[in-house]
C-alpha cells in the first residue's frame, strides 16, 4: 500500500483527467475550448489545505483554461455564476460547508477513488 501523498498524487492526474474530458476541453468559466490535455482542472474553492471530498469534488472542479485558472485565479466571479446555474442556488453554500468539514481520507479511501476514476475514464474511451 502507498503512502498517502503518493496516492493524493496519483488520484488528482486520474481525477484532473477524468474532469477535462467530462468537460470535453471547454473552460468552465470562459468557454475556450481546446483539447483537455492542453487544459487545467481548476478548483472554485481552493485546492491549498482543503480536505480531499472538497479536493476531489466533481463540483468543485471544473475544465478551465491556463489563463482563467492560473492568470485570473479560477475567474472566481464567473466560476460562481455558472455554478448556481448548473447546480443551484445551495451549491455555494454546500462547497463552503464541505470546505469546513474535517474530513481525513485512509490510504484505502485514496485507492478506491482511483479504482473508480480509472473505470469512469475507461467507460469514457
Not at 57 to 85: D, I, M, P, W
Not at 99 to 115: G, R, S
Request: glycine fraction near 4%; hydrophobic fraction near 30%.
Amino acid at each position: 500500500m502507498s503512502k498517502k501523498p503518493n496516492l493524493k498524487k496519483k488520484l488528482w492526474k486520474i481525477f484532473s483527467e477524468y474532469i477535462r474530458r467530462r468537460d470535453d476541453g471547454k473552460c468552465y468559466t470562459c468557454s475556450t475550448k481546446k483539447d483537455w490535455k492542453e487544459m487545467d482542472a481548476g478548483h472554485f474553492i481552493p485546492a491549498g489545505g482543503s480536505n480531499p471530498e472538497l479536493y476531489f469534488n466533481e463540483k468543485n472542479v471544473h475544465c478551465q483554461c491556463t489563463s482563467c485558472n492560473r492568470f485570473k485565479h479560477g475567474n472566481l466571479s464567473v466560476y460562481a455564476y455558472n455554478l448556481t446555474l448548473q447546480y443551484g442556488d445551495k451549491i455555494l453554500d454546500e462547497l463552503f460547508e464541505l470546505k469546513h468539514k474535517l474530513v481525513k481520507w485512509t490510504p484505502a479511501d485514496y485507492e478506491a477513488k482511483i479504482e473508480y476514476y480509472k473505470q469512469l475514464l475507461d467507460e469514457m474511451q
